[in-house]
């Protein structure tokens, strides 16, 4: 293991800046809220602000093969601004699981899912963990054929990375979107909505011969900096509570003010501030190449899955009656934490996982 610098860098502020002032610009949470009721235009555009316009679509890529040669530092820094403003962009599942994938391939694809010219998706669950078995389709002389649930991103993907069973290995298959039957799911987070997929033999280019090893890559990608989306939407419900209570009263005082609250804050602030040492920690590692990077995902994962959800509550309670509200955002937040909360594995999975990394015995 080795000494891990867990500061921002002037590099990573910048960026943070950048990618806060576009979000500001182009992420209203009126039209974000529009997506519980069907409206998705909000996405394909945003996602262009973000992907094509900032260029981060290839922020992980080498500079070579047509990226921007960044790390899991400054990807970190971008999805904590996103979580921030509970943004609808496919950065985590395209720029950063399906990205980790073709890094193994040879094709044009990573360069075109750089560039922002199209967009992918790796099929697997959202709630799939890096070290559990993935469900793969099967290959037959017609195609490729099954059926794989819940998958993130895939409603915004032009291709869809698949695992797929041929003789005694997994390789990954890229098939085009629309040769799939991709059926949305009513999820309880709009912004990262699930689809069922079926192939029904569909045709594929195979990109990766033995490929469990690059999935497997590519979720623990996305287990790691997952983590940094959630501290970035425990930091906003925990800056937005604070700023309200300063100015609302009741009882003739300001609300925040009282005893109670003030040590529901303090608790709230104590954690997020943990949160985002976690998150930084697993996505420094993750960069690096650490050897702690299993470890310190599962960490970020257990901690910060659970603390997402706990700030979201918070908000909504705080906020009192406001908060109940469909025109408060603090519901995009708790819904995007209670999402979030299964994705690659529960936090009891990640304990569960950290007992056997750490050989720590289980109960007599």
């Known amino acids: 293991m080795t000494d891990l610098d867990l500061l921002y860098t002037d590099v990573e502020d910048d960026l943070r800046n950048v990618v806060r002032t576009v979000l500001a ?8 809220t529009a997506l519980y009721d069907g409206d998705r235009s909000l996405v394909e555009s945003l996602w262009k602000n973000i992907a094509v ?30 979580g921030r403003f509970a943004a609808p962009v496919p950065f985590l599942t395209s720029a950063v699981v399906a990205t980790t994938v073709l890094l193994d ?19 697997t669950p959202l709630s799939m963990s890096a070290h559990g078995a993935f469900p793969t389709v099967s290959l037959g002389p017609d195609g490729l054929t099954g059926r794989i649930t819940s998958v993130a991103g895939a409603l915004e993907a ?25 059926t949305p799911v009513i999820s309880l987070d709009m912004t990262r909505q699930l689809a069922d997929i079926t192939f029904d033999a569909v045709a594929g280019e195979q990109i990766v011969s033995d490929g469990e090893s690059s999935v497997r890559r590519a979720l623990e990608a996305g287990t790691a900096l997952l983590a940094s989306e959630q501290y970035g939407v ?12 300063k100015e609302r009263r009741q009882f003739g005082r ?5 005893q109670a609250i003030k040590h529901r804050l303090a608790d709230l602030y104590t954690a997020v501030e943990s949160a985002n040492a976690a998150a930084r920690y697993a996505a420094a590692a993750l960069a690096a190449d650490d050897a702690d990077t299993l470890v310190a995902a599962s960490v970020a994962q257990a901690f910060c899955g659970d603390l997402a959800v706990l700030a979201g509550e918070e908000a909504v309670q705080l906020h009192g ?21 299964i994705a690659f594995g529960t936090g009891g999975v990640h304990r569960s996982r950290l007992a056997d990394l750490l050989d720590i015995p289980g109960p007599r």
């Open 321 to 341: 009656g406001m908060g109940m509200t469909w025109e408060h955002p603090a519901h995009l937040y708790l819904k995007r934490a209670k999402a979030d909360q």
């Open 254 to 258: 300001v609300v925040g003010g009282f």
């Open 158 to 182: 032009d291709v869809l990375l698949v695992p797929v069973s041929v003789a005694d290995v997994i390789a990954v298959y890229a098939v085009s979107a629309e040769h799939a039957d991709i």
């Open 25 to 32: 610009a182009h992420c209203d949470p009126v039209a974000v």
């Open 234 to 245: 425990a930091r906003w419900c925990l800056d937005e509570t604070v700023a309200y209570l």
């Open 105 to 123: 391939t040879d094709g044009p694809l990573l360069g075109q899912v750089a560039a922002g010219e199209r967009t992918a998706a790796l099929v």
């Open 53 to 82: 316009d900032l260029g981060l679509a290839g922020l992980l890529v080498p500079e070579d093969r047509g990226g921007a040669g960044a790390s899991a530092r400054e990807a970190a820094v971008v999805l904590e601004e996103l």
